[in-house]
């Protein structure tokens, strides 16, 4: 009970670390789905623009020290949740013979997932040209 209280406290933690960084890489690709002078372009440009005006805060901080902050407790916990959980190293053999098994259709499913992911990119280009 206490470990779950602990993982989810984690969880939670990483989630706030990598949020600055998620929030740059979205305003980097909104930014270019339409001209500048339009929401949420203009508003994503101001974010992008904040974060290359202050490097030491923008890029050292929130960009590299909090994803490798993230990076570093995940495994960590990872590791830890690896070591003294049986259950969850029978669920991982399980998922990867299952996986092994329809490996396949995952590929199937992955192509097609690609696929509509660009055709949707193409349409966004395509409608705000």
Same mark, same amino acid.
């Given at each position: ?9 984690? +969880?939670?933690?990483?989630? !706030? ?5 998620? $929030?740059?890489?979205?305003? *980097? ?6 001209? =500048? =002078? ?24 929130? !960009?590299?020290?909090?994803? !490798?902050?993230? $990076? ?6 990872? *590791?830890?949740?690896?070591? &003294? &959980? ?7 053999? =399980?998922?990867?013979? +299952?996986?092994? %098994?329809? !490996? %396949?259709? $995952?590929?199937?499913? +992955? ?7 660009? *055709? +949707? ?9």
């Amino acid at each position: 009970m206490i470990m779950n209280t602990i993982r989810r406290a984690i +969880a939670a933690t990483e989630i !706030l670390l990598i949020f600055p960084a998620v $929030l740059f890489m979205t305003a *980097l690709f909104v930014r270019n789905l339409q001209p =500048q =002078q339009y929401e949420p372009a203009h508003t994503a440009e101001g974010i992008v623009s904040w974060y290359s005006l202050r490097p030491h805060v923008g890029l050292w901080i929130l !960009l590299i020290a909090l994803p !490798l902050a993230v $990076l570093v407790i995940g495994c960590a916990t990872l *590791l830890r949740s690896w070591n &003294d &959980d049986v259950e969850l190293r029978q669920a991982s053999r =399980q998922t990867l013979s +299952a996986i092994r %098994a329809h !490996l %396949a259709t $995952l590929f199937v499913a +992955a192509a097609t997932l690609t696929a509509g992911v660009i *055709l +949707a990119i193409v349409a966004m280009h395509v409608l705000t040209d």
